[in-house]
């Protein structure tokens, strides 16, 4: 039995209302629009991932506004999708809504039953084998999509595998880890010997080494993927800045020594 946790909402009323106008507005919009009408679950599908995308982008900028915006146009997406299910006969808005609620609730036994979790670790845990066992997965990594990029299906294989129990103990051990796999990545692909490398093997190497630095990251709170977008973002604004500053000098980049354009982007770092 859930039980009611939160204080009254004075706006819930207000927030409702504003749903049932998307609503509304989604009826109209397909029923009416020339676009709209033609739209289809596959043709929505690569629209979806770019708002999805362009909402991580305003998350790292800590643009309010922006993430305001971006939640709207993929509500906007969720709603679309529960229309076309509902032409089509398979789900409707309140199926969706209401499967995820139930959901929530069989995963949270520690709200709402009679389980105790002390920590966010056992709360992840019991979400990972509760899960398992709906999905019916003979595999705890059955539930990875495979269409993941990369560096973020590490990092859902390694939280899964956590849930399972299949972990490190410790961040020094992980630590120890990452270090064997840089010496192997080493041997492979040494930097003084000039000699072909084989390069299937440097590449596997490389993998493993990415793969336990991911494992890494986990053990001290760290999201990869974040980390490293940050970072490109760092190096896209340093990178403007050499070429907008050398252009004011009446310089060319590919004429420019890199001795040149490091003084540019020494100043970019200071910025």
């Given at each position: 039995m859930s039980r009611n946790l939160t204080q009254p909402d004075p706006k819930r009323a207000m927030k409702l209302n504003a749903f049932d106008r998307l609503l509304t507005i989604m009826d109209e919009l397909r029923e009416n629009c020339p676009w709209d009408k033609k739209q289809t679950m596959e043709s929505l599908r690569h629209l979806t991932i770019e708002e999805t995308y362009e909402l991580g982008d305003a998350i790292l900028e800590n643009d309010m506004e922006e993430v305001k915006k971006e939640?709207?146009?993929?509500?906007?997406?969720?709603?679309?999708?529960?229309?076309?299910?509902?032409?089509?006969?398979?789900?409707?808005?309140?199926?969706?809504?209401?499967?995820?609620?139930?959901?929530?609730?069989?995963?949270?036994?520690?709200?709402?039953?009679?389980?105790?979790?002390?920590?966010?670790?056992?709360?992840?845990?019991?979400?990972?084998?509760?899960?398992?066992?709906?999905?019916?997965?003979?595999?705890?990594?059955?539930?990875?999509?495979?269409?993941?990029?990369?560096?973020?299906?590490?990092?859902?294989?390694?939280?899964?595998?956590?849930?399972?129990?299949?972990?490190?103990?410790?961040?020094?051990?992980?630590?120890?880890?990452?270090?064997?796999?840089?010496?192997?990545?080493?041997?492979?692909?040494?930097?003084?010997?000039?000699?072909?490398i084989d390069r299937e093997k440097a590449q596997n190497e490389f993998g493993d080494l990415l793969f336990s630095l991911i494992n890494y990251s986990r053990f001290i709170d760290i999201n990869p993927e974040e980390a490293l977008e940050r970072t490109n973002k760092k190096f896209i604004k340093r990178f403007n800045y050499l070429e907008s500053e050398s252009k004011k000098d009446g310089k060319t980049l590919s004429e420019m020594s890199l001795d040149e354009m490091d003084e540019y982007w020494d100043k970019a770092k200071s910025l």
């Open positions: 939640l709207g146009d993929l509500m906007l997406h969720m709603v679309f999708y529960a229309r076309i299910g509902s032409e089509k006969g398979a789900f409707d808005v309140s199926d969706v809504l209401t499967e995820v609620c139930e959901k929530l609730i069989r995963r949270h036994p520690h709200i709402y039953g009679d389980v105790k979790a002390e920590d966010e670790n056992v709360v992840k845990e019991n979400w990972e084998k509760i899960k398992l066992k709906e999905k019916g997965n003979k595999s705890v990594l059955g539930g990875v999509p495979g269409s993941l990029p990369a560096m973020v299906k590490a990092m859902r294989i390694q939280e899964k595998a956590r849930g399972a129990g299949f972990d490190w103990e410790k961040k020094e051990q992980v630590w120890e880890k990452v270090e064997e796999e840089m010496n192997e990545f080493k041997e492979e692909f040494n930097i003084e010997d000039e000699s072909r």
